[in-house]
């Protein structure tokens, strides 16, 4: 489904998406190489790629509950260039 939108909005209109995930890791998410490659590619082109190094909020609050402590987290935003 993510795919799917990706394609739909793309050249289309704007995307923002944050991910914990770097897209060298993004197969675990499409299954497929060729899946993978396509949705990166639209995502990024005509994009900011923002990298935000600081620890996740959500798992930092759930491990606070648990009473852990929380490791360092990649976010990534992506969002478009053009107005749409």
């Known amino acids: 489904m993510l795919f799917t939108l990706l394609a739909d909005r793309y ?3 704007s995307v923002m998406l944050t991910s ?3 897209f060298s890791q993004w197969e675990s998410i ?3 190489p060729m899946t993978t ?9 005509h994009s900011v790629i923002l990298e935000l ?3 996740s909020y959500r798992l930092e609050q759930s491990r606070k509950k648990a009473g852990s402590q929380s ?3 990649v976010e990534i935003v ?3 260039e ?3």
């Open 11 to 13: 050249e289309r209109g």
């Open 20 to 22: 914990n995930l770097p």
């Open 30 to 32: 499409f299954k497929d």
């Open 37 to 45: 490659a396509a949705a990166i590619d639209r995502l990024v082109h």
């Open 53 to 55: 190094n600081l620890p």
């Open 71 to 73: 490791p360092e987290a």
């Open 78 to 80: 992506v969002g478009s």
């Open 82 to 84: 053009r107005n749409g």
